[in-house]
């Protein structure tokens, strides 16, 4: 029943099963198995897959006719995009390949731009206290060039990308932690080219869950 429903709501949606399996980060074999009953979604996937076509997780597992649009958050129309929490980008992987997904976050269309992909980064470690504090989710836009003094997620020498403040100079750049035990780090514009260093997007948005 699960696999009949999962097509019949992907078909609804215009979406292919390739377009399918890559905003869930499956391939696209995991879906045709869904899809024909050898396999079915885990609950991880479950949430994700009634998240992105925005009706309950029950009505996944009931008949056909059961099957409902759940109300949209905002008005009649679908105002907002659901975005994988990653916890870690590794160095050479696509985002649409990256497996590592720690949960999904809904932002509302009104705060994106056109031609920009999103993505959210769980943070790890203090070095970016007290403005960002460990097990925080911060919101991504994915872009290539930054302004002087935004946050950004930031690839250094092939290794995973790190998240810190950067200040621009016309001899290079600096990544900057917050937390003042740790210390900058600066690299030249050859360096930049080299190693080399990239911007892979910047923070817009953080979100922080209440703690005792």
């Known amino acids: 029943m699960v696999g009949s429903n999962i097509k019949r709501l992907r078909k609804q949606l215009g979406y292919s099963q390739t377009k399918f399996a890559s905003l869930l980060h499956v391939t696209q074999g995991a879906v045709s198995q869904w899809e024909i009953g050898a396999t079915r979604p885990d609950t991880d996937q479950l949430i994700a897959i009634s998240k992105l076509f925005d009706v309950s997780m029950d009505s996944l597992t009931e008949g056909p006719e059961d099957i409902k649009r759940m109300e949209p958050r905002k008005g009649k129309k679908k105002e907002y995009i659901t975005i994988p929490v990653l916890g870690k980008i590794p160095a050479g992987v696509p985002f649409e390949a990256i497996e590592e997904i720690l949960d999904y976050e809904d932002i509302p269309l009104a705060s994106t731009k056109p031609g920009h992909g999103y993505f959210a980064l769980r943070i790890k470690g203090n070095s970016m206290e007290p403005e960002y504090r460990d097990g925080d989710t911060i919101i991504i836009q994915q872009q290539e060039r930054c302004n002087s003094g935004d946050d950004c997620v930031v690839m250094v020498n092939g290794d995973d990308a790190t998240f810190k403040r950067?200040?621009?100079?016309?001899?290079?750049?600096?990544?900057?932690?917050?937390?003042?035990?740790?210390?900058?780090?600066?690299?030249?514009?050859?360096?930049?080219?080299?190693?080399?260093?990239?911007?892979?997007?910047?923070?817009?948005?953080?979100r922080r869950s209440m703690r005792k």
């Open 166 to 206: 950067v200040k621009l100079h016309e001899n290079g750049l600096t990544l900057l932690p917050l937390n003042p035990e740790y210390d900058p780090r600066f690299f030249t514009n050859e360096e930049i080219s080299n190693l080399p260093v990239k911007i892979l997007g910047i923070c817009i948005e953080i």
